[in-house]
């Protein structure tokens, strides 16, 4: 196999055999199906760069470029305005994996001699691109070789690629956006959070907009945000048209209330209305959680009456599997299933086949206490109630999945002495913050330890008295290190690399973990200095501070 790595830097010879020059890049301006190249950059020492234009090659390889003419009747070529660049251009730059829904950087470029044609087949986004362009190859190969393993090789057909814009910072598809609009929402949701801004808003422009409201809810808050402010008022009331009133508040919920004001007016009034009355609920609570696309009966209905609304409300409904049933002035009296509205006679009440004794929320419950209620009754949805018991809404079990997530990686954060919502862009000072606490008991608890030691210890005679101060050194050492792995295993769960794990480690976590070493060595000599162990506090903070 052939790679731009493999071309680049290497001699350009003419046919007498005198070396022009070196090849710094290669030119093309068809981005088909696999894309011919046209030209290569010339660059000659003491001299400007000039194009050789491809018919003038005869052959390309690891070793060089050789022409077909001498010097002296060499043409050169122009640049057109919609030349690319393979180094400059696409090198480095991002692509969507469209097989592992995630941007990806191009580390090479594969070619393909195609009779005497050289053509653009592929993109390498594995490691073995970037040993190719460090001349570390085979060494690596080689070795990896000895140790029964290999390196494995990532190449993406470049026929995946198209809608090259080079003015932007990256390159931002590898896939048509048909392509990417037949992706589960979820797995859009993913490309579109590792896009750069600009290329997202370039792809979010090509997506009709109920594509984008089914991605919109698998975005990060602060995403959903970013997202609805850089679109016009119209089209971000169109794209929140299509969402259900829960999600359609939680994507306004994070915005200025004078813009999600004006989106809303904007809206169809009866849509509009919904999501206002759920934006004045906390996120936390029942009432923020639930969704008013429910179905609810009057009792005075039979059960003939009653399905056939059931034909005409489902549609726009979340849930169907429940029917609920409120009083004239929109109480609940109970809940209906479908096997007992199918079963029961045409002209009989609903009165008499609803269930009275229905498990149900306030609108001001805490999220966690609603999801601990649908999970010990096995329910598909809970109904919240306001104070005078009228119902407002339901909450799901898919909102409840998205609550057991967030709570469980809090309290795991907790533990880990990390932020209290797990956020990997806290600053290495807000880790402290948060660990500090841990770090102070668990340094009481050693230095206890250390006292009684001292206590009933007779020193003798080659004793060092800084071996007392072991079970403090201990302790440390396992609250540090179980931190930095809670912390770890949080961003594990939330599938994160092990390229972004080294890059949290060390933007983050090392950072924190030298300043928690260095305050545990302070509290190690501090402690030493005023129990008077005789031994020199600075030598124990130093050792202290090496141990951990």
Request: proline share 4%; aromatic share 4%.
């Amino acid at each position: 196999m052939l790679f731009l790595a493999h071309i680049l830097n290497r001699p350009v010879v003419d046919a007498a055999g005198t070396r022009l020059g070196w090849v710094e890049d290669l030119v093309l301006t068809d981005l088909g199906l696999f894309p011919r190249i046209d030209a290569v950059v010339l660059a000659r020492r003491g001299r400007g760069a000039i194009l050789i234009p491809w018919s003038a090659v005869r052959n390309a390889d690891r070793h060089g470029v050789h022409l077909t003419e001498n010097r002296e009747q060499l043409d050169t070529a122009t640049v057109k305005e919609e030349a690319i660049f393979l180094r400059r251009d696409i090198l480095d730059k991002q692509v969507v994996d469209i097989h592992g829904r995630k941007v990806v950087r191009v580390n090479d470029l594969q070619l393909a001699p195609i009779d005497s044609e050289l053509r653009l087949v592929g993109a390498d986004i594995g490691v073995g691109g970037l040993l190719r362009r460090l001349s570390l190859e085979r060494p690596v190969r080689a070795l990896a070789g000895m140790v029964r393993t290999t390196v494995p090789d990532r190449v993406i057909p470049w026929n995946y690629i198209e809608n090259l814009e080079t003015e932007w910072p990256s390159v931002h598809l590898n896939v048509s956006y048909r392509r990417l609009r037949e992706l589960p929402p979820n797995d859009l949701a993913d490309v579109l959070a590792q896009l750069h801004p600009d290329d997202r808003d370039d792809v979010v422009s090509h997506f009709d907009d109920e594509t984008l409201a089914e991605a919109l809810p698998h975005l990060e808050d602060d995403l959903q945000a970013e997202m609805i402010l850089a679109m016009t008022d119209e089209r971000a009331s169109d794209i929140i048209e299509f969402l259900p009133p829960d999600e359609a508040a939680d994507v306004l919920g994070d915005i200025s209330e004078e813009r999600a004001e004006r989106i809303l007016h904007l809206m169809e009034p009866d849509e509009a209305e919904d999501v206002r009355e759920l934006l004045r609920y906390d996120d936390d609570t029942a009432g923020g959680r639930m969704t008013t696309e429910y179905i609810a009966l009057s009792q005075e209905m039979t059960a003939q009456q009653a399905l056939q609304a059931l034909r005409e409300m489902a549609p726009d409904a979340e849930m169907i599997y429940y029917v609920y049933v409120t009083d004239p002035g929109g109480r609940l009296e109970g809940v209906l299933s479908l096997r007992d509205l199918i079963t029961a006679s045409d002209d009989t009440p609903l009165a008499e086949v609803t269930r009275r004794d229905v498990v149900s929320a306030h609108v001001d419950d805490d999220q966690e206490s609603v999801a601990r209620v649908l999970n010990r009754y096995h329910l598909l949805a809970v109904p919240v109630l306001d104070g005078d018991g009228v119902l407002r809404g339901i909450v799901t079990v898919d909102d409840v999945l998205d609550v057991l997530h967030e709570e469980s990686e809090e309290d795991l954060s907790r533990v880990a002495g990390s932020t209290e919502e797990g956020d990997e862009f806290a600053t290495p000072l807000e880790e402290v913050s948060y660990r500090l606490p841990w770090l102070l008991a668990t340094a009481l608890v050693g230095m206890a330890v250390a006292v009684l030691l001292s206590a009933r210890t007779a020193l003798a005679d080659g004793i060092v008295p800084i071996m007392l101060l072991l079970p403090l050194v201990l302790l440390l050492g396992v609250q540090l290190g179980g931190q930095g792995a809670a912390t770890t295993q949080v961003a594990l769960g939330e599938g994160a690399s092990l390229g972004e794990i080294l890059q949290l480690q060390l933007r983050r976590l090392w950072v924190a973990g030298l300043v928690m070493s260095v305050l545990a060595a302070a509290l190690a000599g501090g402690f030493v200095w005023l129990a008077q162990l005789g031994t020199h506090p600075v030598a124990v903070a130093g050792v202290v501070l090496l141990v951990l």
